[in-house]
């Protein structure tokens, strides 16, 4: 089947700091990531779509230099969280579309943690 | 605006009471409606995907329908390890964002 490979799973930082997560497709090219991040209890939210080779393309109101987002080959894709704050506590998730009969394959998730 | 309505919020069912989930919608040009099933501290693992009205897709107790408006899964004799959110979305562009519903969180007490 088709796998995205998340980590970190869990993540915990001091404010100020930067953190970086990793997914990657298993078994299958993803030439579009998308980043997500969920709150408790809430349903996820798009933050920004990245293609391969390309600039990423944000979500209204999020900050592309806050989050930055690298796609540089077909199964490797990063979102940095810099500087992070208190605020940016969240569970971020990346998916990637695998075909039919798959969908959109989702990542584990990352529980960021800004202390 | 593209708009996705999940209800009910919050489904208690007792092992063995069929049940229904809705999902209603509005979007310019539907390529897709996905349903995805989410546990505590987890990514969403895919369900179905439906295209056009009419289509019906069933795995193991689930079956997912849909209509030009809305998309209902039903929960068939539901078993405890069905316990979930379920996630409903709509996708409106050749493989482009997913717009997501609130979900219903379902708990199935033996």
């Known amino acids: 089947g088709a796998v995205v490979s998340q980590h970190p799973s869990r993540v915990i930082c001091k404010s100020g700091t930067s953190v970086k997560i990793e997914c990657r497709s298993l078994d299958f090219q993803a030439t579009t990531m998308f980043w997500y991040r969920q709150f408790p209890k809430q349903s996820l939210m798009l933050m920004a779509t990245s293609n391969e080779g390309s600039k990423a393309t944000y979500e209204q109101g999020v900050e592309k230099d806050k989050f930055l987002i690298n796609h540089a080959s077909l199964t490797l894709s990063t979102l940095t969280v810099t500087s992070a704050h208190p605020e940016d506590s969240s569970f971020y998730i990346c998916?990637?579309?695998?075909?039919?009969?798959?969908?959109?394959?989702f990542g584990s998730g990352t529980r960021l943690t800004v202390v | 605006e593209d708009q996705v309505t999940q209800s009910p919020e919050a489904l208690r069912l007792q092992e063995g009471e069929s049940s229904s989930l809705n999902c209603s919608y509005t979007?310019?040009?539907?390529?897709?409606l996905f349903w995805y099933r989410q546990d505590p501290g987890k990514g969403p693992e895919f369900l179905f995907t439906?295209?056009?009205a009419g289509e019906e897709k069933e795995k193991e107790r689930l079956k997912a329908t849909l209509t030009k408006k809305e998309s209902f899964l039903h929960i068939t004799a539901p078993k405890p390890e069905d316990s979930a959110t379920y996630l409903c979305?709509?996708?409106?562009?050749?493989?482009?964002?997913?717009?997501f519903g609130a979900g219903t969180q379902v708990v199935v007490t033996p």
């Open positions: 979007v310019s040009g539907l390529r897709g």
């Open positions: 998916s990637a579309p695998a075909g039919t009969n798959y969908g959109y394959t």
């Open positions: 979305a709509v996708q409106a562009g050749s493989w482009g964002k997913l717009q």
């Open positions: 439906l295209y056009s």
